[in-house]
């Protein structure tokens, strides 16, 4: 599917509703699937990744449905799992997959996780080396998908991570929760800590300072109601869009901004941008404001250290921003977008470059000089929905029109999102 996108006449206004946070559903699903009684998920995400933990929940003999426009999960306990009759499907979702893996390390059958081309082609050893120091059987296709898991008993380890991963600390918090003993897990910086307040708000002790957590085996989840909050990763695109769009204003209402997933907000607020957070409140958990975007002259900005775990899913849209921004914006310690669902720091780079931005690539990262006309080109989404997304946005202040290939990409994470973007800017040519 392509998608075509002109500049607007009168820039993005009004009211966007972003879809539900894409972290929050897979995690509502999973600690639901694990918990002792019912779940109901308000606002839960229907899109390709959240639809392949369901799938999956549902092949342990979880039984998960609607009641009007909730989903309501019926857990069955820590170990209350049935053993899949063919291998789970993760398709192109690396959360599903290494979050899954903690769950299944311990439970007393065997199972296998596969993943499509894209997520075959995933780095696993992060959890596969810290899984099996706690006893698990898991093998791997030289450290790739398909993961083949035979679960036992195991026991809790003292685990540094070397890349601060969300994924990596909540499959092994999982573990934790099912092993013997305490599981304690370092990070170099701190990774979005979704996981941690959700088995809180399930009921579990979770110990946490600074970028450890800490976790006792054996603790019983019971089944809450979870209201999830827009995600934040998919608000970030109207945001930019927002901020270099001419004579723009957008009001995006129930954002989730979480500290440590928010970290788009604080880079952009350093370059200039106009962003005003309005009725600052709590949902199961999670923070949550609305946010008026609203046209900013942007500067550049160093992009890098703490910050980038933060922001990881965010890079490719703050590169676009960056191509608007006056002077150079620099991202680096980024390295892990080379092992996304596609190398996006290549990827990013070619594809902009084609629409005349100023890019030099780096082995962590990028740099953009700044502001750089551009202008219409054809480009591939590279079946991603995160540079499809972020192409489609520069096409709005591109000179002529864009078409971005292969935008079907996006239903990954944001179902509806050429209807946002033309319920916000209008048809192309409008």
Known sequence: MDLVVAPPSSGLRGTVHVPADKSISHRALILGGMAQGTTRITNHLHSEDVNATWNALEALGVSIGHEGRDVVVEGVGLRGFSPPSTPMECANSGTTMRILAGLLAGQDFASELRGDESLSRRPMGRIIDPLRAMGASIEGTDGHPPLRITGGPLKGVDHTLAVASAQVKSCLLL????????????????????????????????????????????????????????????????????????????????????????????????????????????????????????????????????????????????????????????????????????????????????????????????????????????????????????????????????????????????????????????????
């Open 175 to 430: 573990a934790g929760l099912l092993a013997e003993g305490t599981t304690r897990i370092a990070e170099p910086a701190q990774s979005r800590d979704h996981t941690v307040r959700m088995l809180r708000h399930f009921g579990a002790h979770v110990e946490s300072h600074n970028c450890a957590h800490s976790i006792n085996g054996g603790q019983m989840l019971t089944g809450r109601a979870v209201e999830v909050c827009a995600d934040i990763s998919s608000a970030a695109f109207l945001v930019v869009g927002a901020l270099i769009v001419p004579d723009s204003e957008l009001l995006l209402p129930g954002v989730g901004v979480n500290p440590t997933r928010s970290g788009a907000l604080e880079v952009l607020g350093r370059m200039g941008a106009c962003i005003e957070r309005r009725s600052d409140r709590e949902t199961s958990g999670e923070p949550v404001a609305d946010l008026t975007v609203s046209t900013s002259s942007l500067s550049g900005a160093v992009i890098d250290g703490d910050v980038v775990p933060r922001l990881i899913d965010e890079i490719p849209i703050l590169a676009v921003a960056a191509t608007q921004a006056a002077g150079r914006t620099t991202i680096a310690d980024a390295a892990e977008l080379r092992v996304k669902e596609t190398d996006r720091i290549a990827a990013l780079a070619h594809e902009l470059r084609k629409m005349g931005a100023s890019i030099e690539e780096r082995p962590d990262g990028m740099i953009v000089e700044g502001p750089t006309p551009l202008r219409g080109a054809i480009c591939d989404g590279h079946g991603d929905h995160r540079i499809a997304m972020a192409l489609s946005i520069a096409g709005l202040v591109a000179d002529g029109e864009t078409t971005v290939r292969g935008t079907e990409c996006i239903d990954v994470s944001f179902p509806g999102f050429e209807q946002a973007l033309i319920g916000a800017a209008g048809p192309p040519g409008s």
